[in-house]
């Protein structure tokens, strides 16, 4: 069984562009969750897709955003990036809540 | 709001000692909580998980965790460390949301090292 499956890897983008990161979750997972790590905050929640829904969201500025497909996929799209949203961002999914299992994320670098 | 407090940054045991990491969480009302692993360069694996029931939870690869409500605690141990043990730790929790699904508070984190 498929894990899920965060891409790119890494990325590099300068300060004042936009990025998308993509994340495929295990098939038959509907709960789609998004992460972001760095080492002066944590883990942090940024949201929840659950069936195409935005279900849950964290307390991060709108610059942060994200979709679900039919298919369950989701991507997170940051734009005007800051110094600041330097980081690994995670996704996770789940059936629906209850334990997820993350991905092994996208570590964006902003210059 | 939620918060989860891990004792300790950094632990180091020996090879096939007793692992202790602590986690207490603050929530007006028994939160789901969770226990994960994350090794260098990679994602979280969850250990385990309490959402009701018995209290004494087991996970996977020999961890252990128990939900002891009047302390607000949730420890995690493992009897005998191993070198592959060596990762960090975090412990989350998770309101039971009306709408359903999860929004975990993760705490900062416990090093674990082995040494041999």
């Known amino acids: 069984k498929a894990g899920v499956t965060q891409t790119p890897r890494y990325l590099i983008k300068t300060r004042g562009q936009q990025v998308t990161l993509s994340c495929s979750p295990i098939s038959g997972h509907r709960s789609v969750s998004w992460y972001q790590q760095t080492p002066g905050q944590g883990l942090q929640f940024l949201f929840e897709?659950?069936?195409?829904?935005?279900?849950n969201k964290g307390n991060f500025p709108g610059r942060f955003s994200g979709r679900q497909f039919s298919n369950s996929r989701s991507e997170m799209n940051v734009s005007t990036l800051e110094l600041g949203d330097s980081a690994l961002y995670l996704c996770?999914?789940?059936?629906?809540?209850?334990?997820?299992?993350f991905g092994s994320g996208t570590r964006l670098t902003v210059v | 709001a939620q918060s989860v407090t891990q004792l300790g940054s950094h632990v180091s045991v020996s090879e096939g000692a007793l692992v202790l990491l602590r986690c207490n969480y603050s929530?007006?009302?028994?939160?789901?909580l969770f226990w994960y692993v994350q090794y260098p360069n990679q994602g979280l694996q969850l250990l385990l998980k309490y959402t009701t029931g018995a209290t004494l939870v087991k996970g996977i690869n020999g961890f252990e965790a128990e939900f002891k409500k009047s302390e607000t605690s949730f420890h995690l141990t493992k009897p005998s460390a191993h070198m592959s043990d060596a990762a960090e730790y975090f412990c989350?929790?998770?309101?039971?949301?009306?709408?359903?699904?999860?929004?975990?508070?993760f705490g900062t984190g416990t090093q674990l090292k082995v040494e041999l």
């Open positions: 989350a929790v998770s309101p039971k949301l009306t709408g359903g699904g999860n929004k975990l508070t």
């Open positions: 929530s007006s009302v028994p939160p789901y």
């Open positions: 996770a999914s789940s059936p629906d809540g209850g334990g997820y299992t």
């Open positions: 897709y659950f069936s195409e829904t935005q279900r």
